[in-house]
């Protein structure tokens, strides 16, 4: 695997379920974030990471749960979603935090919300 | 607060021709400039970036943007559209000093380059 991964593509649950997402970078970063990516809108950056440490919280709702065990993992645990959360879930990573660093995106996962 | 402007949400052309992807950015401080390409089921793919310097950068594929501070525009422009570029095209922008890393992305443009 080259790049950054993210599982599964594709996801289908009821708003009773609880799921998670997963993503893995194989560049060896430092820094990693989750975006939502909706319909005719903006990507919205939810959180970011750096060196295992959630540096950012961009106001993102109780049932989006982050988890960064280490530099190349990042999971996004689901609980009571609702239908307007179904989106394109990207993970992307970079090998620091700061502008000029470019980021690496995942092909995301399309979440749809029952 | 910065924001991005894309003034097209869709852009459909013939193969061969030109297209330019219009981008407007508002800041109150310094920027890096980006454009980001999103082909069909996939992750987005940064294209290419402006940091400093000159102010026309180009990606390896044949497109170039033109930083522009006065217009605070930075346009994406290719002369001759392949098939293949059909994609949802990405305007972001970031500031260039201090600690805030974050990017503040467009809509996005749909370009669709028809036979």
């Known amino acids: 695997e080259t790049g950054v991964t993210q599982t599964p593509r594709h996801l289908v649950m009821g708003m009773t379920n609880k799921k998670s997402l997963k993503c893995e970078q194989h560049?060896?970063?430092?820094?990693m974030y989750w975006y939502k990516q909706s319909a005719k809108k903006p990507l919205e950056l939810m959180f970011v990471y750096n060196f295992k440490e959630q540096t950012e919280n961009n106001s993102v709702p109780s049932r989006f749960s982050p988890e960064c065990p280490n530099s190349s993992h990042l999971f996004l645990h689901l609980h009571t979603l609702q239908p307007e959360d179904s989106a394109l879930y990207l993970c992307a990573s970079s090998q620091d935090l700061g502008p000029s660093y470019e980021q690496y995106f995942g092909p995301g996962t399309r979440l749809t919300v029952t | 607060a910065q924001s991005v402007t894309q003034l097209d949400s869709q852009v459909p052309v013939f193969e061969e021709a030109p297209v330019e992807l219009r981008c407007n950015y508002s800041?109150?401080?310094?920027?890096?400039l980006f454009w980001y390409v999103q082909y069909p089921n996939q992750g987005l793919q940064l294209l290419l970036k402006?940091?400093?310097?000159?102010?026309l950068v180009e990606s390896i594929n044949g497109f170039e943007a033109e930083f522009n501070k006065s217009q605070t525009s930075f346009h994406l422009r290719k002369p001759s559209v392949h098939i293949s570029d059909t994609a949802e095209y990405f305007c972001a922008v970031s500031d260039s000093g201090g600690s805030n890393y974050k990017l503040t992305f467009g809509k996005g443009t749909l370009l669709t380059v028809n036979p």
């Open positions: 402006y940091l400093s310097g000159s102010t």
């Open positions: 560049l060896g970063h430092n820094a």
């Open positions: 800041s109150s401080v310094s920027v890096y």
